[in-house]
Nanobody, 112 residues
Framework: QVHIVESGGGSVQAGASLRLSCSAS????????MAWYRQAPGKERELVAR???????TYADAVKGRFTIYRDDAAKRVYLQMNSLKPEDTGVYFC??????WGQGTQVTVSQ
């Protein structure tokens, strides 16, 4: 069983930065795709950023230019650097590895 654990969430004001971290209990180099999703209250879970095995990153339009995803397979981690946070970034952020493994999520709250 693969254990995925997210950390780094919190409550911040608009304009602040946070870095989310996601660790896996097994080597992450076996996962082609690693991604971050988020779910706002009353909304469906949506893809925020995805990193392929080759390092190619893709982003939701709403976060382009503000968020950066990067993976460190040696450390069995994937990170999400979030800058210039906005209230609409509020939600529970979930890490996904290999499309089938999910963490429990970490809350991010951004206030005006």
């Amino acid at each position: 069983q693969v254990h995925i654990v997210e950390s780094g969430g919190g409550s911040v004001q608009a304009g602040a930065s946070l870095r989310l971290s996601c660790s896996a209990s097994i080597g992450t180099n076996r996962f082609n795709a690693m991604a971050w999703y988020r779910q706002a209250p009353g909304k469906e879970r949506e893809l925020v950023a995805r990193a392929s095995g080759s390092g190619e990153a893709t982003y939701a339009d709403a976060v382009k230019g503000r968020f950066t995803i990067y993976r460190d397979d040696a450390a069995k981690r994937v990170y999400l650097q979030m800058n210039s946070l906005k209230p609409e970034d509020t939600g529970v952020y979930f890490c996904n590895m290999g499309t089938v493994h999910w963490g429990q999520g970490t809350q991010v709250t951004v206030s005006q």
